[in-house]
Every structure is written in structure tokens, then in C-alpha cells.
T-cell receptor
Framework: NAGVMQNPRHLVRRRGQEARLRCSPM?????VYWYRQLPEEGLKFMVY????????ESGMPKERFSAEFPKEGPSILRIQQVVRGDSAAYFC???????????????FGEGSRLTVL | DAKTTQPTSMDCAEGRAANLPCNHS???????VYWYRQIHSQGPQYIIH???NNETNEMASLIITEDRKSSTLILPHATLRDTAVYYC????????????FGEGTQLTVNP
């Protein structure tokens, strides 16, 4: 059973370009979470999605950032017009529906490291 | 989500037990205690969780005090590969909620 898959693992963008990060959850998981980790800092929650629904986006910056989890395909975190401060590791996690067998523990991918030049 | 307090860093000798404490005095009755760890630059890894009873799995043991205001993660025979930041998180994943990571404890296992 493959784990959470994130790609690309490393992404370099120039200021003003767009970054798209993809996350395929574990098989059978219908809940996806995105976290950001700035250099030398802790993990900060960004957004929580179910298929075709954004459940909690309280951690998303107000502008330039968006996320989706379509009915088919991976979840996408999109950053428009990137700036140097967006350089960070972006981690995706997935879980079963809370209440199903497990009590909501998260399984993380290896992250996508964005560098903005 | 209830707040947790952990020491910033700890050291442990290889082969010895590592005992990582966590205070969560404001935990509510239906909140779980979760432990994750993050080995340098890797994705966080789930370790264990519990509600009231002590728990053990292949990775660690979790001891929760009777009043549930604190807990201890025990790695029975620490290895160099256990060097990581360990996060104690309190919460309950219902629809619409998520886990909040704090600063964690940097555990360094020394040879």
C-alpha cells in the first residue's frame, strides 16, 4: 500500500511564477491536509480538504494560495506569483474519515521543497 | 485544541530508554494525545496515540496519567535513528478539525 505521494520533491521558481504542488493520498483516504514548514520553524496548518470540498482553510494566506481536491486525481496546492517568503517545505497528509476504524491519525508525505529565486 | 508543553531538547544514550514528557493540563474529555516525530527534513511520522489507557506498539509506549493532564512517550531502546523532533499533540479529528503542531522536543540520541 503506497504511502502519501507528493511531487515534485523539489521545485525552483523565480519570483512571479506559479508553483503547483501535487499530493496523492494513501489508498482509501478521503481527507487531505496541507502543512507548511518554513526553514527552522515548525509545521503550520494551511488547509484541510475532502473530495471536492474545502473543509478548513483557516491557515491559508488570503492571497495567491489556493487548494483543491477534485473527485479524480491528486490534491493540488497552487501558489501564484511566488515570492521569496514562499520558500518552504510543503507537506501533505491524508487520513481516513475520522471515526472510521482509526481516530484520525495523519500519514504524511515526504514533502515538496519550494525554492523561490 | 488544547495546548501542550514539551521540553525544547533532550539527550539520551544509545540503547537506553528515552522518556519524553508532555503536559496538557487543559485537555478535554474526548481529546486524544497523539505523538509524531520528524526526522530531519523528512515528513512527520505518526508514532502512537491514546485517550485514557496506556498504549504500546512496535515503536513506542505511551503513558497517560490518570488525570490525563500529562503523558510520557517512551522509546524503550533508543537508537541513533531515533534522533528527531518529537511532537505531542492533543486533539480530536472530527470532520472539520485538524491537528496543530507545536515546537516539539528535539531528541538527540548519542553513541
Amino acid at each position: 500500500n503506497a504511502g502519501v505521494m507528493q511531487n515534485p520533491r523539489h521545485l525552483v521558481r523565480r519570483r512571479g511564477q506559479e508553483a503547483r504542488l501535487r499530493c496523492s493520498p494513501m489508498k482509501g483516504h478521503s481527507h487531505v491536509y496541507w502543512y507548511r514548514q518554513l526553514p527552522e520553524e515548525g509545521l503550520k496548518f494551511m488547509v484541510y480538504l475532502q473530495k471536492e470540498n474545502i473543509i478548513d482553510e483557516s491557515g491559508m494566506p488570503k492571497e495567491r494560495f489556493s487548494a483543491e481536491f477534485p473527485k479524480e486525481g491528486p490534491s493540488i496546492l497552487r501558489i501564484q506569483q511566488v515570492v521569496r517568503g514562499d520558500s518552504a517545505a510543503y507537506f501533505c497528509a491524508s487520513s481516513l474519515r475520522p471515526g472510521q476504524t482509526h481516530t484520525g491519525e495523519l500519514f504524511f508525505g515526504e514533502g515538496s521543497r519550494l525554492t523561490v529565486l | 485544541d488544547a495546548k501542550t508543553t514539551q521540553p525544547t531538547s533532550m539527550d539520551c544514550a544509545e540503547g537506553r530508554a528515552a522518556n519524553l514528557p508532555c503536559n496538557h493540563s487543559t485537555i478535554s474529555g474526548n481529546e486524544y494525545v497523539y505523538w509524531y516525530r520528524q526526522i530531519h527534513s523528512q515528513g512527520p511520522q505518526y508514532i502512537i496515540h491514546g485517550l485514557k489507557n496506556n498504549e504500546t506498539n512496535e515503536m513506542a509506549s505511551l503513558i497517560i496519567t490518570e488525570d490525563r493532564k500529562s503523558s510520557t512517550l517512551i522509546l524503550p531502546h533508543a537508537t541513533l535513528r531515533d534522533t528527531a523532533v518529537y511532537y505531542c499533540i492533543v486533539g480530536f479529528l472530527t470532520s472539520g478539525s485538524r491537528l496543530t503542531f507545536g515546537e516539539g522536543t528535539q531528541l538527540t540520541v548519542n553513541p
